[in-house]
């Protein structure tokens, strides 16, 4: 017998999706059965409770979290957002319920194993509820005391060689698309970069240190599968610098039908027989290709490398040798000032181990908006306040056309004092010699 009626609740068991509430309604059985006599930490029935206050919630559309919550470990100044419940009476079980970030893996390849040992610890010292996994990310452990943060902690640390993820004005926990370890696609190895700029920067990331938030998004090509152009601070988006492998044999393969068009992505439905022209050359966005007498050409040099042909004939055209990666800087939500994606910054660099020049970026980055980024103001944000043209000062990098979308229409333009010949210092009685009142 449940502990609190959910009747609203109980309407999102039915349909074909996944429910949430049928899960949680599992886990709150198992806990209460407790086959294997785990000796819980946190209330036994607190998942009974999380269905109760989400009832609750439900029934008055409104949230029953109280505002904040200030928790953590030692030594850290994030990785756990602390949470108490503001009906602490009628849900004893969510009294306390802070959630706490875990470092995800690269990719996120787990073994079972290791998911096997987090699933022992996580029922032992807490609600057994968890995010698989957070947006930045992060493995999220979704409730528990605050007793239980350095006992977790502990175990994460010493038994598990696994630290927490970020949280507040710092470095959040880096993350990356699968990369070379299944795609095709992929200009560089995300995972690799991913790992070593989280190991570099873990002080950045566990002591807030910043103005505000500031994340990094590794993706191995344009495609963008971990969105980094719209969600991290800094992007790191593959690209070559090339030419685009083809393989004409391929290319007759898909015009007589023996592959399919996308990988078969549009196989639900009849979309009619291949047309290279209609599907692949007239759509690229810069007109660069041309289908001749059975051959397909690429004028490579006006190629902006959006991936489109490779992506609808992949077994044909192939990412270029000469690899590397764009960074992009600035993507934002839209608090305060408007949302941001990110802005180009760095056209094409090497990812090459130890990643030297990348990280050189990012620390010239750091230095400036760490100085000049007002209190909560995200990189995007002094960008605009700022300019673009301070933060390639900032970061040494020379004005390339390919900054810019389209160059300014209106003529407020800033010379600096030495780019003008005299400077700023007139007298206006020398210029009155020459010009009565
Ligand atoms: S972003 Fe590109 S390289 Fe990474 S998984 Fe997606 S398609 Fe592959
Ligand atoms: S990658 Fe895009 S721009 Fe380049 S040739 Fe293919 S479709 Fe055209």
């Known amino acids: 017998m449940a502990k609190h009626a959910t009747p609203l609740l109980d309407q999102l068991e039915s349909g074909p999706w996944p429910s949430f509430v049928s899960d949680l309604k599992q886990e709150a059985a198992s806990r209460a059965k407790n086959p294997n006599n785990v000796e819980f930490q946190v209330n036994q029935d607190c998942v009974e409770d999380i269905l109760g206050v989400l009832e609750l919630s439900y029934k008055h559309g409104r949230t029953h979290w109280k505002h904040g919550g200030i928790v953590g470990v030692f030594g850290y100044?994030?990785?756990?957002?602390?949470?108490?419940?503001?009906?602490?009476?009628?849900?004893?079980?969510?009294?306390?319920?802070?959630?706490?970030?875990?470092?995800?893996?690269g990719g996120k390849y787990y073994t079972t194993e290791f998911l096997k040992k987090l699933c022992d610890l996580w029922e032992f010292r807490g609600s057994g509820v968890t995010n698989m996994h957070g947006s930045t990310g992060d493995i999220i452990f979704i409730g528990t005391s605050t007793?239980?943060?350095?006992?977790i902690f502990y175990e994460l640390t010493h038994n598990f060689n696994q630290d927490l993820g970020g949280s507040g004005s710092n470095l959040r926990?880096?993350?990356?698309?699968?990369g070379s370890s299944r795609c095709e696609y992929a200009c560089y190895d995300t995972q690799a970069i991913c790992y070593a700029l989280t190991q570099e920067y873990q002080d950045e990331l566990h002591r807030p240190a910043f103005p505000y938030k500031f994340k990094f998004k590794f993706d191995g090509c344009p495609n963008c599968c971990v969105a980094s152009i719209a969600r991290s601070d800094l992007s790191?988006?593959?690209?070559?610098?090339?030419?685009?492998?083809?393989d004409q044999e391929a290319v007759a393969g898909?015009?007589?039908?023996?592959?399919?068009?996308?990988?078969?992505?549009?196989?639900?439905?009849?979309?009619?027989?291949?047309?290279?022209?209609?599907?692949?050359?007239?759509?690229?966005?810069?007109?660069?290709?041309?289908?001749?007498?059975?051959?397909?050409?690429?004028?490579?040099?006006?190629?902006?490398?959006?991936?489109?042909?490779?992506?609808?004939?992949?077994?044909?055209?192939?990412?270029g040798d000469d690899?590397?990666?764009?960074?992009?800087?600035?993507?934002?939500?839209?608090?305060?000032?408007?949302?941001?994606?990110?802005?180009?910054?760095?056209?094409?660099?090497?990812?090459?181990?130890?990643?030297?020049?990348?990280?050189?970026?990012?620390?010239?980055?750091?230095?400036?908006?760490?100085?000049?980024?007002?209190?909560?103001?995200?990189?995007?944000?002094?960008?605009?306040?700022?300019?673009?043209?301070?933060?390639?000062?900032?970061t040494n990098i020379k004005p390339v056309p390919q900054h810019v979308q389209e160059p300014r229409h209106n003529p407020y333009i800033f010379w600096k004092e030495e780019e003008v010949e005299g400077g700023w210092q007139r007298d206006i009685n020398e210029f009155r010699k020459y010009h009565q009142r």
Not at 173 to 178: E, K, Q, R
């Open 173 to 178: 926990t880096p993350s990356d698309c699968v």
């Open 147 to 151: 007793p239980q943060l350095e006992e």
């Open 254 to 319: 898909y015009v007589g039908g023996e592959f399919a068009p996308n990988a078969g992505a549009h196989s639900g439905r009849d979309w009619g027989k291949f047309d290279i022209q209609k599907e692949v050359v007239g759509l690229c966005p810069t007109g660069c290709m041309k289908y001749e007498d059975g051959k397909l050409a690429i004028n490579n040099k006006e190629c902006t490398r959006c991936m489109h042909c490779i992506n609808v004939m992949p077994r044909a055209l192939h990412i």
């Open 77 to 105: 100044g994030g990785g756990v957002i602390g949470r108490y419940c503001d009906q602490p009476e009628m849900f004893p079980g969510v009294a306390h319920f802070h959630t706490m970030r875990i470092n995800q893996p």
């Open 323 to 394: 690899r590397g990666l764009s960074m992009l800087a600035g993507a934002k939500a839209p608090i305060l000032d408007g949302a941001q994606m990110g802005s180009l910054l760095v056209p094409f660099i090497k990812a090459e181990e130890p990643y030297d020049e990348i990280k050189e970026i990012i620390e010239a980055v750091w230095d400036w908006w760490m100085e000049e980024g007002k209190n909560r103001e995200r990189l995007g944000e002094l960008i605009k306040r700022q300019g673009f043209q301070k933060l390639l000062e900032a």
């Open 236 to 246: 790191f988006v593959g690209t070559w610098k090339d030419d685009i492998k083809i």
